[in-house]
């Protein structure tokens, strides 16, 4: 009995533990024997409505990829300048918590690059997670705040520094310096992404080069003869090597033999794939416009040997992927994650059906959005039911033959509407999936910010209606279906 209460006081403990940490028993981390079998990839897609924000692929070969949330983004920032750009995702030494820190930066708002360069954020965006599928609210951290007349802070990095058991955070700072006025890397350290030291000069080429979109792998065993290998935009895409994470770089050489400088290609990304000595440098084809193009390599200390791929080797999803970062993740990372947020815009769709007119669907028509039979074409009844757009626990509707648009209410009637990124088309396009009013086996949505109003049918339009009679409940109740 003694044996049993102290086997059961510890569990309770782990479970106070759990708590305190912010797990439940399906959120622990995965185990430090748990192999990668599979790929995350954080990105943007560019100057868009929402497209300066953060997406989600997986892969299970690290170079086809699956978009996640129906190529939505899967976390918005609400602080600084309302856009992220170049995300990286950093795991902890032990597994057990990832931080994903981006430029804080929206081109979109059409306030131009020489005012974003010269004027714009000094702070980095910062979320926090144990799982990669739930994550804290977003903070800024003013990273070049105290750097002279520093004029942003872009393309944020960071990795893990075993000598002084903390992180070593980098990025990118327009600023005056010695006479000079271009982009040079600093750095700063932190234990917990809250507090940092004072930045610190990192990376400055000579004379008037700039350099950007820097990003540090460590290579176990040292392949190539370097511990670490990072690779930078600085007038071309230079790799460089080094035993050490601060000092002792040597550069190794570019990939302008494989025709790409930094004319054409940016924000490299670095990474091994899984279960083998094999490395990636990932290039993003702005200039093009074509988003990320795949390199291989066995030594990534010797950049002539460098491989492209080809364009049936690959496959980017169905988001244009931009500036970004990659990690190897488990098996039940990958299944959690496409729990969460699903898998392609390619997925299922599903049709609403008028509980009281069995023989009508909800579709749109020229945009305004009724009850019909026999709608024609199909898809203009079919929607994804994808997570809320303002919360992820309700649902929002998605057409399936206009990916980005969705049933907006306004004015307390509905239309179909292009997402335009802000938070008042979210709250509109959010509905919480309730039991049907009329009948609890089918189902009835309720008005995210507008909770006393319900969607319902009047005269075969949809409304968004307070429900006070019994023809409002059956008018309000729906039947989801394939």
């Known amino acids: 009995m003694t044996s049993i209460l102290r086997r059961t006081g510890l569990i309770g403990l782990v479970g106070v533990l759990l708590v305190a940490l912010g797990l439940t028993a399906f959120e622990r981390p995965a185990k430090a024997a748990d192999p990668y079998t599979a790929y995350l990839m954080a990105h943007f897609t560019g100057e868009s409505a929402n497209g300066e924000q953060i997406y989600f692929a997986t892969s299970t070969d690290g170079l086809r990829w699956t978009d996640l949330n129906s190529s939505l ?27 994903l820190i981006a430029t804080d930066l929206r081109i979109a708002s059409g306030k131009g690059w020489s005012v974003a360069q010269h004027d ?16 804290s609210a977003p903070r800024l951290v003013n990273v070049a705040g105290g750097i002279a007349d520093a004029g942003c802070a872009w393309a944020p990095e960071a990795i893990y520094d075993p000598a002084t058991g903390d992180y070593i955070v980098y990025w990118a700072t327009i600023s005056p310096r010695n006479g000079v006025d271009k982009a040079r890397v600093y750095y700063s350290r932190t234990r917990d992404f809250r507090t940092f030291s004072a930045a610190q000069i990192y990376i400055d080429r000579p004379g008037s080069q700039g350099i950007i979109d820097t990003q540090i792998i460590e290579i176990p065993g040292s392949v190539g003869g370097y511990r670490y290998i990072r690779a930078s935009g600085d007038g071309q895409i230079s ?36 279960g083998r000595d094999e490395w990636g440098l990932w290039v993003d084809q702005y200039a093009a416009g074509r988003g990320y193009l795949p390199l291989t390599t066995t030594n990534p200390a010797n950049p002539s040997v460098y491989r492209v791929r080809g364009t049936s080797e690959y496959a980017l999803g169905a988001s244009r992927k931009r500036h970004g970062s990659i990690i190897g993740i488990t098996q039940a990372q990958l299944t959690a994650l496409q729990a969460r947020w699903g898998g392609p815009a390619s997925a299922g769709t599903q049709r609403l059906q008028s509980a009281n007119f069995a023989d009508r669907y909800v ?25 809320g757009l303002a919360d992820s626990s309700a649902v929002s509707f998605e057409s399936s033959n206009f990916p980005g648009w969705y049933l907006r209410h306004s004015n307390y009637d509905f239309v179909l509407a292009k997402y335009d990124g802000s938070a008042a088309f979210r709250s509109d396009a959010t509905f919480r999936r309730v039991a049907g009013l009329s009948d609890a086996s089918a189902a009835s949505f309720q008005s995210y910010n507008f909770p006393d109003r319900y969607i319902r049918h009047s005269n075969y339009l949809l409304r968004l209606d307070q429900i006070t009679t019994a023809t409002g409940r059956a008018d309000a109740t729906f039947r989801v279906t394939s």
Do not use: C, K
């Open 73 to 99: 983004p899967v976390l918005t920032s609400s602080l600084g300048e309302l856009g992220v750009r170049d995300p990286a995702i950093v795991r902890s030494p032990s597994g057990d918590r990832f931080y």
């Open 120 to 135: 714009g954020s000094t702070s980095l965006v910062v979320w926090e997670s144990t799982n990669l599928v739930t994550w």
């Open 239 to 274: 790799v460089e090597g080094s035993n050490q994470i601060l000092t002792g770089w040597t550069r190794l050489g570019d990939i302008s033999h494989l025709g790409y400088t930094g004319a054409q290609v940016e924000g490299p990304i670095l990474h091994q794939y899984n």
């Open 363 to 387: 579709r749109h028509s020229n945009f305004d959005v009724r009850i019909d039979p026999n709608v024609s074409p199909l898809a203009d009844s079919q929607w994804r039911l994808v997570p």
